[in-house]
Structure formats: C-alpha cells, structure tokens
C-alpha cells in the first residue's frame, strides 16, 4: 500500500511539476531523528513533499540550540522548536514565527516510582530532579502551588539530563522534564511502573510541545504552505497506517529500530497535530502570561508578532 500510494503521489507530481522544478527547502529538526517527527517522516515516505512541488531537505541539528536561530539569520527555510521557546525568543526581539504544529500537547511531565506520592502534593520533603532551570521549576512550583504545597517544602536536584538513570538510581524521588511518550515507556521496559503526573494537569497551562517557525520575512512564501498541506498529508497517512509508517521508519533508520522506539511511534498517534496549520490563540496568549507571571520573560508580547496561521 505504501510503495502504491508513494507511486501515486509521485506521478502527480511529476504531471504538476516538471522535472527540475521542485522548490528547495530546508528544515532543521530540533534533535536527532525520533518517533516525535513522525508526521514529517510519513510524508517524506509517501511522496507527499514531491505531490507538493518540494525538494526538502531534513537537517538533524549539531546543537539543539541551533535550528531557530539559523532561521533567524535565514540560513534555513524552517525549524522545528518548542512554544515555550518561542515566548522567549519573541522577548529577545528574534523574527521568528510559529507558521506549524507538528504535537499540540505538552509531553513534559513529573515521574516518580514511589507509589506513595499518588499527586504532586506528596511531593513534600522529596528530592526532585531537573535538566532545565527556569522553566521547569517555575512548572514544578505551579503544579504543588495547585495542590496546594509550598515549592520551598522539596529539594531541587539539577541531574544534568540524566532524569531516567536518576531515579534508576535513587539519588531522586521524582524527576520533572521526562516524556510521556519516551521515558516513561523507557522506565517500563525497565520492569518498573512509572507514577507519571501530566503538567497540564495541575495549574500549568497547554501549550504546544513542538511547532515550526519560519523567518518573519518569508512568510509570504509559497513554499511554507505547501510544506503544511504535505505534513497533513503525512500525518493523515500515519494515523490511518501507523504499522506500516513504523516498518519504513526502522527500515530506513535500522540504528533506530528498538523496541522504545517502536512503542514510542504508538504512544506519540495521540499527540500530533491532525492539522498543522491550526492556531489556538488562546492557548499562547496563557502561555506568554503564565512566563510573564514567573518572570521568566519581560514583557507581553502581542501573540500576533510571532504567530500566524496561514490557509
């Protein structure tokens, strides 16, 4: 079916586009390739850029920190970001717009393996531990506030990326900044049973956890539409074949071929955007106040200079 629908899209293509036409376009992700990409993957394996009159390149970054700002400086077309990221480079003044979402729900979360903490209230007295300053703990400290407790009543532990083997480990009670969709399976496969407490559940509010931005300047580009209709494409592809996208996925990528990956290409269906180009205004007004409220930004930043939604 796949390799059917794949010569499908690329004949049209080649009827719509002669030869040597498809635009270039460039999209650094914001890590290495992961079931996260998934939609941008399905469409890549359905012909779906080509059906689109594009030629794009997918470019894993050197340094995580990195894809935004190259399409800041216009050295990459698009980038695959976090929203919570975004508020901040809207306060630094960067022409960067959120054009796409590629998952609309928040992946971060607060694990334990002590099943006597059943909220983030029993999380008095315990040591938690983190990767991000700033951020995290002004989630950590919005999610106990909620229920209630005092952030001054647990100890911050910074674990330096390392939050799985931490709580392995028991340096930990709990860890915030683990993925609903990774490392909580990661822990399962381990033989252990993950208490997990989802951010949004508790005072923080939804945000989109991966969109894609684009340079202010270029919005008016052709090429960026085109990119979204094919993501949706490939998105619609996924949700209707998720086995088979995860059969070319590891075939393509056997170094990924692992039994994590694998349910983590299951677990993420949920949490991708249906469609792309979709903009909950709402929802990124309440993230900007919520970063403003903990002094994590200077000022408010109007939601309309760094988002669009583009049909």
């Not at 629908?5 to 040597?20: D, E, F, I, V, Y």
């Not at 630094?92 to 054009?99: A, E, H, N, S, T």
């Not at 910074?158 to 993925?179: C, H, K, M």
């Amino acid at each position: 079916m796949l390799k059917k629908t794949l010569c499908g899209l690329l004949l049209g293509a080649a009827m719509a586009n002669p030869a040597g036409a498809a635009e270039k376009l460039t999209l650094v992700l914001d890590w290495y390739i992961n079931p996260d990409h998934a939609p941008i993957l399905a469409a890549e394996q359905i012909g779906a850029f080509e059906a689109e009159g594009l030629d794009v390149k997918i470019v894993p970054p050197s340094d995580p920190a990195l894809p935004p700002r190259l399409v800041a400086a216009g050295q990459a077309d698009l980038a695959i970001t976090y929203q919570p990221q975004l508020h901040f480079f809207a306060d630094q003044g960067l022409p960067l717009v959120r054009v796409g979402t590629l998952i609309n729900s928040p992946l971060n979360t607060v694990i334990t393996l002590d099943k006597s903490i059943t909220s983030p209230a029993g999380l008095k007295g315990k040591k938690i531990g983190y990767s991000v300053s700033g951020i995290e703990q002004a989630t950590l400290a919005t999610m106990v506030e909620h229920e209630r407790l005092n952030p001054a009543d647990m100890q911050l532990v910074n674990v330096n990326f390392q939050l799985t083997s931490a709580l392995l480990a028991g340096q930990v009670d709990a860890v915030i900044g683990g993925y609903r969709n990774i490392e909580a399976l990661e822990l399962k496969l381990q033989g252990k049973d993950p208490v997990v407490f989802n951010v949004e559940d508790y005072g923080v509010p939804a945000y989109d956890e991966l969109i894609i931005v684009a340079n202010r300047a270029t919005l008016a580009e052709p090429k960026i539409k085109k990119f979204l209709a094919a993501l949706k494409k490939g998105g619609d592809y996924l949700q209707a074949h998720p086995q088979e996208t995860w059969l070319a996925f590891a075939k393509a990528h056997p170094e990924l071929n692992t039994e994590l990956n694998k349910q983590a290409w299951q677990a993420s269906l949920p949490l991708f955007a249906r469609d792309p180009a979709r903009l909950d205004h709402a929802r990124y007004q309440a993230y900007e106040q919520f970063l403003f409220d903990n002094k994590l930004i200077k000022k408010i930043t109007p939601v309309d200079d760094y988002t669009v939604e583009l049909r």
